[in-house]
């Protein structure tokens, strides 16, 4: 059988219970430096085979009070890995306490590595995506208008890893493919300021 949105897949490949993303962004400003992934199809590492998975991570470089008034900046960042048959939902996130022990972008903005760790577990992701074939969307720009500048890749690999930080347990592990990346900045050394993650 064939994958009903995509034809030249093979639709054995997919987890039959894939739980997609939808996003809904609030407010009136737009981080300037922002990395952005997620991936619903993801396979085992050693047997390929497809295991039910969704991963979202969104790190932007935020200005403090705001953008009008900054006086520094901090690194912010909301994430989840949801393995319903590996334990169910692991949030990750400024909120919850949770840090980013390392960020780095390579590649011309289309490869990130970012290490997160919570009081009880370690997420490391790795993503790489095609910057030359990537979607050009509509963005908000720090002049107020509206216009295409952000590269959204489509054709995302993410490897994700989640460890017990207790006894370094493998809890989770899985290779996807078909992930959106989102990696880019509209101020200069935006990225540097990403990765060390202070104003």
Request: with cysteine.
């Amino acid at each position: 059988a064939r994958h009903p949105h995509d034809p030249t897949r093979d639709a054995s490949c997919y987890p039959p219970l894939t739980h997609p993303l939808v996003e809904k962004d609030w407010g009136s400003q737009f981080p300037r430096t922002w990395v952005w992934l997620q991936s619903s199809h993801f396979v085992d590492p050693d047997t390929k085979a497809p295991v039910q998975a969704t991963l979202m991570l969104s790190i932007a470089s935020i200005p403090w009070p705001s953008e009008k008034r900054e006086l520094t900046r901090f690194r912010g960042f909301l994430g989840c890995l949801y393995a319903p048959q590996h334990g169910g939902l692991y949030p990750f996130g400024t909120p919850t306490g949770a840090t980013v022990e390392s960020l780095v972008v390579s590649d011309n903005n289309s490869n990130v590595e970012v290490t997160l760790r919570s009081a009880r577990f370690r997420l490391v992701v790795t993503a790489s995506g095609n910057r030359d074939e990537a979607v050009l969307l509509h963005g908000p720009t720090p002049g107020g208008e509206f216009r295409p500048f952000v590269h959204e890749m489509l054709d995302a690999s993410v490897a994700v890893e989640l460890t017990r930080i207790s006894d370094g347990a493998v809890v989770f592990a899985g290779e996807g493919s078909l992930g959106g990346l989102e990696i880019e900045s509209m101020e200069r050394g935006g990225q540097a300021l990403l990765e060390r993650g202070a104003g």
